[in-house]
């Protein structure tokens, strides 16, 4: 089946620094792709649509100046958390439908992100 | 809102049939059931999805009832390894359309 790969699987970084994610679609093309959160015990949250060469959608409530997604290239889009603080440490995961439109949606393994 | 109502958790003897419930009384005619699963600390997987009929692959069996208010997935014979948590997720067709999830089932399958 279809495979999206995330980079890198856990982070760890300062409080204030900023830390990029990456999400690919390894054997398919995916104009569009999604960004999820997802605490402790908790659902995944639906933190914004990236759609490729347009501005991300974000969901309400989500900072799109503190959450900045890149989609430039079918196959590969990026979700950077800027300034990070403590309280933006989570499990971020993204997921992608192949164009040829296989129904089921293929997520990444996630990444954990720490702030210290 | 949540389009979907799941037990919070249950509980399956390794070998013997997982039967998850899903109530979805506000479906639409062209809206989807997903079923998708979350082994602790990974992304999710897709299980299975279905319309109005009921489906069957390799993994599971998705019963929906004929009103299509709500659905159950079975796995037919559990093993440790499907100790999960199981969404069961309302969409409409199409590959813009984002994925909702609820708060899920947690399965958990015991010796």
């Known amino acids: 089946g279809a495979v999206v790969s995330q980079h890198p699987s856990r982070v760890i970084c300062k409080s204030g620094t900023s830390v990029k994610i990456e999400c690919r679609s390894l054997?398919?093309?995916?104009?569009?792709m999604f960004w999820y959160r997802q605490f402790p015990k908790q659902s995944l949250m639906l933190m914004a649509t990236s759609n490729e060469g347009s501005k991300a959608t974000y969901e309400q409530g989500v900072e799109k100046d503190k959450f900045l997604i890149n989609h430039a290239s079918l196959t590969l889009s990026t979700l950077t958390v800027t300034s990070a603080h403590p309280e933006d440490s989570s499990f971020y995961i993204c997921?992608?439908?192949?164009?040829?439109?296989?129904?089921?949606?293929?997520f990444g393994q996630g990444t954990r992100l720490t702030v210290v | 809102d949540a389009k979907t109502t799941q037990p919070p958790s249950m509980d399956c003897a390794e070998g013997r049939a997982a039967n998850l419930p899903c109530n979805h009384s506000t479906i639409s005619g062209n809206e989807y059931v997903y079923w998708y699963r979350q082994i602790h600390s990974q992304g999710p997987q897709y299980i299975i999805h279905g319309l109005k009929n009921n489906e069957t692959n390799e993994m599971a069996s998705l019963i929906i009832t004929e009103d299509r208010k709500s659905s159950t997935l079975i796995l037919p014979h559990a093993t440790l390894r499907d100790t999960a948590v199981y969404y069961c997720?309302?969409?409409?067709?199409?590959?813009?359309?984002?994925?909702?999830f609820g708060t899920g089932t947690r399965l958990q399958v015991t010796l």
């Open positions: 054997d398919f093309q995916a104009t569009t």
């Open positions: 997720i309302v969409q409409e067709g199409g590959t813009a359309s984002k994925l909702t």
């Open positions: 997921s992608a439908r192949d164009l040829q439109f296989t129904p089921e949606a293929f």
